[in-house]
């Protein structure tokens, strides 16, 4: 009979955010081994894959580490990179295949200080080292000097990532290993220096998204992933030339922002590059000015135009109705009167109804309506169903359910499928306000990331009934 396996005696319980390299290094303290000692005699084969605990580890490791320490499989694969899918990574880790698909999912896909399209187009691809977002090309190992003072020392698994400046527990800066040996070397402690500001603010977000995974924003609040995927996009769009983006008022507001954080326009940069393939100290600059940039919105300073910018302001003061005065108390002689009406009222509506429909069969524009009606009142019908219903069942002329506008030779009408261009340049033809039309678009496709699992929006292709859609919600 097989016996269970032996439970280590000391294993102390994993800290918030910890990574597992970190962990594993505290319980081989507590024997006075080293790691690939603990791991060896132990584990046996699954010592080979020490230098990725922190990674992407065997998903056997898991199950192997639980038995000995009764910590949860789910708790030990969230102390790895990993296990930070899909919150964080869209898939970790990443091809270099998919690099330049993966960076305009996570990045681009959505838009924060600039309106969808303003942002200069590159290629990722070309850039070798690039492994994903948040993830560095140059790993930097940074530490907490008070994390690195307590008895029981732990490193959290972000430490590594240019994700934060600081230590989320302490609120102080995270110095790196140069920086913590020169003190050393003049027999000096590391000083911590706190995290105050816009920085603050920044960084409390990340920590809610971390551990609660939600962030209260002043918009309304949001999931991690959409957070972790809007200060990326942030961090990008600080990133740009100025000089590429053609509106003046995406170029004012860049150069607001800058002016404000008291730093270089693009924190120095000449060449673009991916976020994670700059060097740290100019990381630290981008995550500064985002944190500024955040600050000047919530102040409503500069106005993000982005699909996620409203999200970073509060929503403006809407009046609300005080309700009707209470009414006096009725008799039983008036409600009694008032059912006996209730026949002549229904005799109004249903007279409303057939004027309405009368309208229709001679007039476009009440034709149009009642189309538009059915088709924000019941979005599951199929847009065909409801015009086939007008013309046989109610006697509404075809041609008049033909949007106002509308090309009349089908040789120069663009056919379904539209690419999203396509579709904002038909809504923009037929009379729709721009700003209305794009905000609508990206509300119908978080919709349908939302209900039918679409990961890939950027490659939506929208139906013909998709802009029947469209077009009775900007005309409601």
Not at 198 to 223: K, M
Request: proline share 9%; with cysteine.
């Amino acid at each position: 009979m097989r016996s269970s396996p032996r439970r280590w005696p000391l294993h102390p319980t994993p800290g918030e955010l910890e990574s597992m390299s970190s962990w594993l290094v505290r319980i081989a303290r507590l024997y006075g081994a080293r790691v690939a000692d603990l791991l060896g005699p132990n584990l046996g084969a699954i010592a080979q894959h020490s230098h990725v605990l922190d990674e992407d580890p065997p998903p056997e490791i898991f199950t192997v580490l639980s038995e000995r320490t009764g910590v949860g499989v789910a708790q030990l694969r969230a102390m790895t990179l990993s296990g930070w899918v899909p919150w964080l990574f869209d898939a970790y880790p990443a091809t270099q295949r998919d690099a330049d698909e993966m960076f305009y999912t996570y990045v681009r896909q959505d838009s924060v200080l600039l309106a969808l399209g303003e942002a200069t187009q590159f290629q990722v691809a070309r850039h070798r080292h690039w492994r994903g977002p948040w993830i560095p090309a140059e790993p930097t190992t940074r530490t907490c000097p008070l994390c690195a003072a307590e008895f029981d020392p732990r490193r959290a698994l972000y430490w590594d990532l240019p994700l934060t400046i600081g230590c989320l527990e302490h609120r102080c800066r995270l110095e790196t290993g140069g920086q913590i040996l020169a003190a050393v070397m003049k027999d000096e402690q590391p000083q911590p220096v706190p995290i105050t500001g816009p920085l603050a603010v920044l960084e409390g977000y990340t920590h809610q998204a971390l551990i609660g995974g939600q962030v209260e924003l002043p918009g309304r609040t949001v999931h991690a992933g959409i957070w972790f995927r809007l200060l990326r996009c942030l961090l990008d769009e600080l990133s740009l030339a100025l000089t590429t983006l053609r509106p003046l008022h995406a170029r004012h507001t860049l150069e607001q922002i800058w002016a404000a954080a008291g730093e270089r326009e693009r924190a120095g940069i000449t060449v673009w590059a991916p976020y994670e393939n700059l060097p740290w100290n100019i990381q630290e600059k981008l995550l500064n000015a985002a944190a500024v940039a955040i600050a000047l919105a919530v102040q409503r300073r500069i106005i993000p135009r982005g699909s996620l910018g409203p999200v970073l302001t509060e929503p403006a003061h809407a009046p609300v109705y005080d309700g009707d005065a209470p009414r006096p108390p009725q008799r039983r002689q008036d409600r009694l009167h008032r059912s006996e009406n209730a026949p002549d009222l229904m005799t109004g509506v249903n007279a409303w109804i057939n004027a309405w429909i009368n309208a229709a069969r001679s007039d476009p524009e009440p034709a149009r309506g009642m189309l538009r009606t059915l088709t924000a009142l019941d979005p599951h019908t199929d847009i065909a169903e409801r015009r086939r219903f007008l013309i046989s069942e109610i006697g509404i002329p075809p041609e008049f359910l033909t949007p106002p506008n509308t090309p009349t030779n089908p040789g120069r009408r663009p056919r379904p499928p539209y690419t999203r261009p396509v579709m904002r340049t038909i809504l923009e033809t037929e009379g729709f306000d721009r700003d209305d039309v794009t905000r609508e678009i990206t509300l119908f496709i978080g919709e349908l990331r939302l209900l039918h699992g679409i990961t890939d929006t950027r490659r939506y292709r929208f139906s013909g009934d998709d802009l029947e859609q469209l077009r009775a919600r900007l005309s409601l």
